[in-house]
């Protein structure tokens, strides 16, 4: 690739590298994976790769079996549900901590991002401890709920499955909404009230709108994650199946890759219509906002309001963390099946240290390389479709966007089958697929945290630099970067803490050398040491309470910072 | 001269992931000769046990472990061919071993005289030999169904009065789960197992079925018998049904992968998998049924001859596989 030759003598051939690098990387990695994967949606049911084999037959599967139609009935019902129900919880929420003044904010902005953060399997079996029909807290609620002829209903079913996902996924909503808020211009809503408007036409026609690109962003997020996601109804959905649960069937009890292209290919179209919607809602508004000073967010003072505000992000932070309060009790005893936990023992954390050092190791190392070549290629990506405006930026914004949507298990077997001893790029068993593949999977985050950044970013301060006579990479690297520097190191933060918990494709990937915390985790679920598990993932989770912890006092890389616009 | 080094910068990160890859993939290959792969369905304790052993008879050949389920593994197998990464794939159901037949090497272990015809591949290079044999049987909670109530039997499962009580993993999932479907329908045919589908949830996670018996959020899960095992052990209230009709004669075998760069040392491997030193590893270790009668039953489990068991018409329930599942994903709406 290094003796490709700039178009254009004597120019600088800098940007041409800056581009051209992170799109043959995209080109290699993602869009021949992709294409591959959408040409076997319309190829005959079975593993054979064959342009002879043309047929719509996976789809007409889809549309005429009882119960593709049903998950893809379910599918819509879980994606829209849990979608307005994390704006219902995570704007109020957003508003509270941005606006009012409660006690706690930065543990409440740190704790906050735990829920994501959880490996579904395990946090469905921690619902389960706790709601489930022998649960824990069930039968305390039942106990105390009993006398007014009430009763919880068991955690089984698309309920409990809409409930679980909201208390993992409506944190994405919250600190998108916390930061939309807490950062939108002060001197706009300062004067809208100086000229004596009401709060609520404020809020109507001021604030809201400045946050609606946030919003936009988070809902989006929420909802493919949401689709996508196979863990949770996998252990808590009974026979409530949604797509993933099928594409899951399709690739591990039939080795059917055409078949499972055909569901992906399904799923990736309703994401790409929210997506598009989605777009054209967030850039049907103008923006004013220019200056990039900063001006103190007026909050509330009002006792009641303070009141009301702290219980509510007390209730909901709480009952989001359950799972994770469930783990570490979990992670001091060898086993729960009855109400209460037993054998309280420490060797959880003492055989951690000469089990897992090798382990930790690798979790921190590809998570860190992975994370920071993601931030590199998501930053310039988003940069070249929001500002450059590329002919076919909608089509290079689906493609980023895609592994997003489609299950781990799908992109790992694309790039397997794309890369796998094929004598061109030797990647198997290496860090190197694992990191690649990485990439591929996260590179969304920081892409969609900066695109978001820099549709609130008037490109005006970029146009002066340019009349100013700078050369568009000086732009981008002293004008643009350091602008959009928050979102990038939010999108980082995000990617590097859903990474150190990634299973789906590590352990397609994975070898004696590269094995990661999670895989361990994953095998002692497996064998029932449900103690050791949560031992390991409280690590986990400690290290990304930290992370987040630190960021959110030194205020600059705030996670929510990802969307400041003043 | 800042621009050229950013460019530059970038180059080089790219450049180095490629060349690490490359070096990587390079050392492997050169030292080939006396390293071994192994994937392991079985649970990691067992597995590293058995390395153990083997590590003692051969030290001089390097020993890689990757430990999985069984459909992770499969995938793996799948998706990494024509060049797998992998020697060996043991303690998998031996329907993938069918299924995939081409992807496995015939070869004929030391102790090939030791295992009965019927729990290994037929024929005299098999491509596969058995590793233990987890039969299907009922896992039920003792405090939902005390002694003399519940079920006995297949029949019993399409019995009205144990609707939403009874779990088991839905078909398209595993070998396994398929398993238990095609032992009703070729006891009884489809009329009957769509009655059981009615009384049924099916999962889509197969550590669900005996995790949720075993907490009491079901009464009846069907499963392999070592999971049955496995929660008694821990002590949780759950027991052992074997149905009356009896349950099909299947095993989990291991093979040596087709195309495997280690074909010598999985060999040998093989050759070890099959001797009574490794049996009694597998018996004792996590307490398993294993397919020479050397050894005794698994603690807490009933011995092989106090089981009915019928044969398992392999060939027809793969023939059947695609179509069975499709009607039986009807059925179950």
């Keep these: ?566 | 001269m800042k621009k050229l080094s950013i460019a530059l910068l970038i180059a080089m990160v790219s450049m180095s992931l490629f060349a690490q890859g490359a070096a990587e993939a390079k050392s492997e290959e050169l030292a080939a000769t006396n390293e071994i792969v192994i994937w392991s369905a079985a649970s990691e304790e067992e597995t590293a046990a058995l390395v153990a052993k083997f590590n003692e008879l051969h030290p001089e050949i390097k020993t890689t472990i990757i430990t999985a389920g069984s459909n992770e593994l499969k995938t793996r197998l799948m998706a990494e061919q024509p060049k797998p990464s992998g020697d060996i794939l043991m303690g998998i159901a031996k329907e993938t071993y069918d299924e995939f037949y081409d992807y496995f090497t015939p070869y004929r272990t030391a102790n090939h005289d030791s295992i009965a015809e019927t729990v290994r591949d037929k024929g005299d290079t098999p491509r596969y030999y058995g590793y233990s044999m987890p039969l299907q049987c009922f896992i039920v909670n003792t405090k939902i169904f005390p002694e003399g109530t519940g079920p006995t039997s297949w029949k019993d499962l399409a019995d009205p009065k144990y609707k939403g009580e009874i779990i088991m993993a839905n078909p398209a999932l595993s070998g396994s789960a398929y398993a238990q479907l095609y032992m009703m329908y070729s006891l009884f045919g489809e009329e009957f197992c769509k009655q059981v589908a009615k009384n049924t949830v099916y999962v889509a996670s197969s550590k669900t079925v005996p995790e949720s018996v075993a907490r009491g959020e079901y009464g009846i899960g069907v499963t392999g018998e070592a999971n049955v095992a496995t929660y008694i052990e821990a002590g949780d209230p759950v027991t052992y049904r074997y149905p009356t009709e009896g349950t099909g004669a299947r095993f989990d075998a291991s093979a040596i992968i087709a195309n495997c760069k280690n074909f010598k040392s999985a060999q040998l491997y093989m050759d070890f998998l099959t001797s009574y030193d490794a049996y009694k590893i597998i018996n004792e270790v996590k307490n398993r049924r294993v397919v020479i009668n050397e050894l005794p039953g698994p603690k807490h489990l009933p011995a092989l001859g106090e089981i009915n068991l019928f044969d398992y018409n392999a060939v027809e329930a793969a023939e059947l596989r695609n179509d069975l599942s499709d009607k039986f994903s009807n059925w179950i709406l």
């Excluded at chain 1, 829920?115 to 579904?120: A, T």
């Excluded at chain 1, 100086?194 to 609606?212: K, N, V, Y």
């Excluded at chain 1, 409530?240 to 649960?245: A, D, I, K």
Aim: aromatic share 10%; glycine share 8%; hydrophobic share 50%.
């Design chain 1, 1 to 566: 690739m290094s003796n490709k030759k700039p178009r254009m003598k004597g120019k600088d051939i800098t940007p041409f590298l800056v581009f051209f690098l992170p799109m043959l990387f995209l080109c290699i990695f993602l869009f021949w994976p992709l294409l591959n994967t959408l040409l076997r949606a319309f190829m005959k049911m079975g593993s054979k790769f064959s342009l002879d084999n043309l047929s719509l037959q996976g789809f007409k599967r889809i549309f005429t079996m009882p119960i593709y139609l049903s998950s893809l009935k379910n599918s819509f019902i879980v994606g829209i549900s849990v979608t307005v129900l994390s704006l219902l919880i995570g704007v109020p929420m957003g508003y509270c901590v941005a606006r009012v003044r409660i006690p706690g904010k930065k543990m409440i902005l740190s704790l906050g991002i735990l829920p994501v953060i959880m490996p579904s399997f395990i946090g469905a079996f921690s619902w389960i401890i706790l709601l489930g029909r022998q649960g824990t807290l069930r039968a305390a609620l039942n106990w105390m709920l009993g006398p007014l002829g009430l009763q919880i209903p068991s955690i089984y079913g698309l309920g409990g499955i809409i409930f679980c996902m909201t208390m993992t996924y409506y944190p994405f909503v919250f600190l998108l909404a916390e930061g939309a808020f807490g950062a939108a211009n002060a001197l706009l809503e300062d004067s809208a009230m100086l000229m004596g408007a009401s709060r609520a036409h404020i809020m109507r026609t001021i604030t809201l709108p400045l946050i609606l690109p946030s919003l936009g962003a988070a809902s989006l997020l929420v909802f493919i994650r949401a689709i996508g996601n196979f863990g949770i109804p996998a252990i808590l959905g009974g026979e409530t199946y949604v797509l993933p649960t099928l594409i899951y069937f399709r690739i591990n009890g039939f080795w059917d890759l055409n078949g499972a292209a055909s569901i992906a290919v399904v799923n990736v179209i309703i994401t790409g219509t929210v997506l598009y919607l989605q777009k054209r809602l967030v850039s049907k508004r103008q923006y004013e906002v220019v200056s990039s000073a900063r001006s103190q967010i007026r909050q509330h003072e009002n006792k009641g309001a303070r009141i009301f505000a702290s219980i509510f992000c007390f209730i909901v932070l709480v009952t989001s963390l359950l799972p994770q309060i469930t783990i570490v009790i979990m992670s001091f005893f060898t086993k729960w099946t009855g109400l209460f936990p037993e054998g309280f023992t420490l060797n959880n954390y003492l055989r951690i240290p000469k089990n897992s050092g090798h382990e930790f190791f690798n979790s921190m190392f590809l998570s860190l390389v992975a994370t920071f070549l993601t931030a590199i290629l998501g930053s310039l990506v988003a940069y070249i479709t929001e500002r450059r405006k590329p002919k076919g930026a909608a089509v290079l914004d689906m493609a980023i966007m895609a592994p997003f949507v489609l299950p781990g298990t799908v992109v790992s077997v694309a790039l397997i089958s794309a890369f796998h001893n094929n004598g061109i790029i030797a990647l198997g068993g290496t860090y190197t697929i694992i990191i690649i593949s990485y990439m591929i999977r996260r590179t969304p985050y920081v892409y969609r945290s900066v695109v978001a950044s820099l549709t609130q970013l008037n490109p005006s301060l970029e146009e002066a630099s340019t009349i100013a006579g700078a050369h568009w990479i000086y732009t981008f690297r002293r004008v643009s970067v350091p602008l959009i520097l928050p979102g990038i190191i939010s999108g980082s933060i995000l990617t590097f803490s859903t990474l150190l918990q990634e299973l789906s494709t590590t352990i397609l990937l994975y070898g004696a050398k590269t094995r990661t915390v999670p895989i361990q985790i994953y095998s002692a679920v497996n064998e029932g040491l449900l103690g050791q598990a949560s031992a390991l993932s409280v690590i986990l989770l400690l290290i990304v309470f930290i992370i987040t912890y630190i960021s959110n006092h030194s205020g600059k890389a705030s996670l929510s910072a990802g969307l400041k616009m003043g």
